[in-house]
């Protein structure tokens, strides 16, 4: 009997280490989850730092091109305006002529179908 129960602690001393070193390796699991986890976070963020980085990048240089375009544009129509507007003055007194002559030139007829 003496043996029965000495086999018996022996099989609970056993479960116990079992039960505690389980318990180790779920800690250990876990702790190494842990750390996993936060590296593939600076991980992830580093790269989403570097596209955004690229991006701003490629944004300056596709604004820096558009905003050259936009002021050779202006100068462009500053330009043209400008031009317009030298030859609306060189050429309104022949068009204030050219409308007043076709407004005030009145020929008087009488109508076809009127009998003397």
Same mark, same amino acid.
């Given at each position: 009997?003496?043996? !029965?129960?000495?086999?018996?602690?022996?099989?609970? /001393?056993?479960?116990? =280490?079992?039960?505690?070193?389980?318990?180790?390796? *779920? %800690? *250990?699991?876990?702790?190494?989850?842990?750390?996993? =986890?936060?590296?593939? #976070? +600076?991980? /992830?963020?580093?790269? %989403?730092?570097? %596209?955004?980085?690229?991006?701003?990048?490629?944004?300056?240089?596709?604004?820096? =091109?558009? +905003?050259?375009?936009?002021?050779?544009?202006?100068?462009?129509?500053? !330009?043209?305006?400008?031009?317009? #507007?030298?030859?609306? !003055?060189?050429? *309104?007194?022949?068009?204030? #002529?050219?409308?007043?002559? +076709?407004?005030?030139?009145?020929?008087?007829?009488?109508?076809?179908?009127?009998?003397?």
């Amino acid at each position: 009997m003496a043996q !029965k129960i000495e086999g018996i602690q022996q099989l609970r /001393i056993a479960e116990k =280490k079992a039960t505690e070193r389980v318990v180790e390796a *779920r %800690k *250990r699991k876990a702790q190494i989850i842990k750390t996993a =986890k936060k590296e593939a #976070d +600076s991980e /992830i963020l580093a790269f %989403k730092n570097e %596209k955004e980085n690229h991006y701003k990048q490629y944004e300056q240089e596709i604004l820096g =091109k558009k +905003s050259n375009s936009e002021a050779q544009i202006q100068v462009e129509t500053t !330009k043209k305006i400008k031009e317009l #507007d030298v030859m609306l !003055k060189q050429n *309104r007194a022949k068009a204030m #002529d050219a409308i007043q002559q +076709s407004l005030f030139r009145i020929e008087v007829q009488l109508h076809e179908n009127v009998k003397l």
